[in-house]
């Protein structure tokens, strides 16, 4: 399984940015799909994910400002970011965690892609 992110870039804060990951090479479909972030120096952490179903969960520092959505048809993740802050530097992860075989899931990272905010 291969994913494959775009739509990092450079913004003023304020600004809006909207991210795209696809998945291929899965015979069963996506079950969770989800973006991380990693600043320089920190830990990578959780962003947002949904669930096939489309049930969602996001970090606190991101409520209310990003949405994640996804095409199931398409093994694609969106990641709509508005109301960019400085501190939403970072480069950002596709993950994706698919059903293998019978009760064996893989999770998989796509190749990360940068967003930086100035001030």
């Known amino acids: 399984v291969q994913l494959q992110a775009s739509g990092g870039g450079l913004v003023q804060a304020g600004g809006s940015l909207r991210l795209s990951c696809t998945a291929s090479?899965?015979?069963?479909?996506?079950?969770?799909m989800g973006w991380y972030r990693q600043a320089p120096g920190k830990q990578r952490e959780l962003v947002a994910t949904s669930t096939r179903a489309g049930r969602t969960n996001y970090a606190d520092s991101v409520k209310g400002r990003f949405t994640i959505s996804r095409d199931n048809a398409k093994n694609t993740v969106y990641l709509q970011m508005n109301s960019l802050k400085p501190e939403d530097t970072a480069v950002y992860y596709c993950?994706?965690?698919?059903?293998?075989?019978?009760?064996?899931?893989?999770?998989?990272w796509g190749q990360g892609t940068q967003v930086t905010v100035s001030s």
């Open positions: 090479g899965s015979r069963f479909g996506i079950d969770d």
């Open positions: 993950n994706a965690v698919v059903p293998l075989r019978m009760e064996v899931r893989g999770n998989f």
